[in-house]
């Protein structure tokens, strides 16, 4: 059976390493041990002015944050110059709209945004394309470009920040190429954690779960959890996908003998389950704290799926699936994990085509679905009937992810290409 390795995940070249992998015989746990000389941020300075002052010699590091910024209004003004654009086509007009309630909040950057996170009801961090990190401390009403001192701006403009996640103050900001950055004090220090390249796949999401402990996933199905910050990291599945499917291809599974070794739309509920998509979106997967491996699950479809998630981030209160051509089917309740197929019904949703890139449920009854050519819809039943939301209907672009923070009152942010951020306002 092919295992997942432990082996030099976080390290330094110049890093001492201790590695225990897992074997048939041995216990259901691995663990690697790294001793690292780690890169300090003690400070962090904005964008604009990092790269504006080039010629001048930062100021001496210390334990308190020093912002640098710069009037954003140039770019606020060209995000409203950009709102007032032509009309992008919509789905129909028989849709069109009965609802608007999201209202664009201006960001410090036309880039495109891909997470949003806070620790607290004020304090929060959003990560986008081009080293896109802003700052807001008033609930997200306003947004200060934030950079990190350790990375330069030439360098900084290559990343593409995908993931970012705060609980208690310490916080984690994962990037591609890859780069995963680490804070224990709200963001007023940062660290720059080293990943090796024989981490099995690329990471993909990084989850805070509290002091110096995270949850890692990587483009492979492997699962890492530490305890300390980075220096170690226990692997949580024994088997990698491949070896699994090597397993079950003749039990059924269309599409699994043309996996290529990579699972796409990795997303984990509130209790730790995991559910991905294959590469090709042909079948996807599951996975529940203490399994030993993935269990792979029939589409139940001809079309090629774009996104899954959790209804009302639940894995046992169901699934919801995207398809090609704008298609949204969820499954009922109470769902049977082991079942090789599920039982999906689709939606009432008029998109005239748009994809449906991602789904949210406020509530159990309200039900929030975005795409592309920024369309929203919304639902009050569950997820049976949607409706029309024109909230961003004269933006021109693409919304991307949509989440709602139960913990602060649930408040709730849309987000998408050209620095677009829309705020819930019901």
Not at 34 to 52: D, E, I, K, V
Not at 62 to 77: A, Q
Request: with cysteine; glycine share 8%.
């Amino acid at each position: 059976m092919k295992i997942f390795k432990s082996a030099a995940f976080l390290l330094l070249s110049t890093a001492t390493v201790t590695t225990t992998a897992f074997a048939p015989s041995s216990s259901s746990s691995s663990s690697i041990t790294t001793s690292t000389n780690r890169f300090s941020c003690s400070r962090l300075m904005s964008r604009q002015q990092q790269q504006h002052d080039d010629g001048e010699e930062n100021a001496s590091c210390d334990d308190r944050r020093t912002f640098m910024t710069k009037s954003t209004s140039s770019v606020v003004g060209a995000a409203a110059c950009m709102s007032s654009m032509a009309n992008l086509a919509s789905p129909t007009a028989a849709n069109a709209a009965a609802y608007s309630m999201w209202k664009q909040v201006a960001v410090p950057f036309p880039d495109t945004i891909y997470d949003i996170d806070f620790d607290s009801p004020q304090h929060g961090y959003l990560v986008g394309a081009r080293g896109a990190f802003a700052e807001t401390n008033d609930g997200g009403k306003t947004w200060e470009p934030r950079s990190f001192s350790n990375l330069d701006a030439e360098e900084e403009i290559n990343y593409r920040f995908q993931v970012v996640s705060f609980k208690d103050g310490e916080g984690w900001v994962l990037g591609k190429p890859t780069l995963l950055l680490h804070t224990k004090d709200a963001g007023k220090t940062w660290e720059r954690i080293p990943l090796s390249p024989k981490l099995p796949g690329e990471p993909s999401s990084i989850l805070a779960l509290g002091p110096s402990k995270a949850e890692m996933v990587t483009s492979t199905g492997a699962v890492y959890i530490t305890e300390n910050a980075g220096r170690n990291w226990k692997a949580q599945v024994k088997e990698t996908i491949d070896a699994t499917l090597n397993r079950v291809s003749s039990s059924g599974v269309t599409g699994a003998s043309y996996f290529n070794g990579a699972i796409i739309n990795q997303v984990r509920d509130k209790d730790g389950a995991y559910l991905a998509v294959s590469s090709r979106g042909n079948f996807f997967l599951t996975w529940e704290p203490g399994q030993d491996f993935w269990i792979p699950h029939n589409r139940g479809t001809s079309r090629r799926i774009q996104n899954m998630g959790f209804v009302e981030d639940d894995i046992h209160k169901g699934l919801w699936m995207t398809l090609n051509g704008g298609k949204l089917l969820i499954s009922p309740k109470e769902v049977d994990l082991n079942a090789s197929s599920f039982e999906f019904n689709e939606a009432d949703i008029k998109t005239g085509g748009y994809g449906i890139t991602d789904v949210r449920y406020r509530n159990e009854k309200e039900v929030w679905a975005v795409g592309g050519s920024n369309t929203m819809y919304v639902s009050f039943d569950g997820g049976k009937k949607f409706s029309f939301d024109k909230s961003a209907n004269n933006i021109p672009g693409n919304l991307y992810n949509v989440k709602f923070f139960k913990e602060f009152d649930n408040m709730g942010w849309a987000l998408g290409s050209n620095g677009l951020l829309l705020r819930y306002v019901g």
